[in-house]
């Protein structure tokens, strides 16, 4: 059998990133590893509070041999602007959820509203990542 163990984000700032998704959205670490014997690399990964078996990678933006300085810039700025890609989180009450996030800081784009799906609010990330939050019907 196949499953998910991580999903990747591209952050601008791995200290910022990690901040954000654990002091505003509460999430837990799951790893953060540095090797040094590649270039300083940093394992950044975080996850739900009481769902272990998958996490969120907050990766750097490479530069070369990753990236050339060109790429490193266009992708920084696609972040930027949300083009990334889009985290899917779930929560029982999407309203409540709402409510605590924003005591904690979170900056919402968009408000909780009913959709044909449930109830889905959206916020974004210090890099411009997506991130939706959804009450499943």
């Not at 990133?17 to 090797?35: C, H, I, N, Q, S």
């Not at 029982?92 to 979170?106: H, K, P, Q, T, Y």
């Not at 900056?107 to 044909?116: A, L, R, S």
């Amino acid at each position: 059998m196949i499953k998910i163990a991580t999903a990747q984000l591209w952050v601008h700032d791995q200290e910022e990133a990690l901040a954000f998704y654990t002091k505003k959205v509460g999430m837990e670490v799951r790893a953060d590893v540095t090797l040094p014997e590649m270039g300083n690399f940093r394992w950044l990964t975080v996850g739900p509070v009481g769902q272990e078996d998958v996490g969120i990678v907050l990766m750097a933006i490479p530069g070369p041999p990753v990236f050339d300085a060109e790429t490193q810039i266009q992708v920084r700025e696609l972040t930027a602007k949300g083009a990334s890609g889009t985290v899917f989180l779930t929560t029982d009450d999407c309203d409540a959820a709402f409510n605590e996030l924003s005591g904690r800081g979170v900056e919402f784009n968009e408000k909780p509203t009913d959709q044909p799906y449930g109830r889905d609010c959206g916020f974004r990330d210090p890099s411009g990542n997506n991130i939706r939050l959804t009450q499943l019907r």
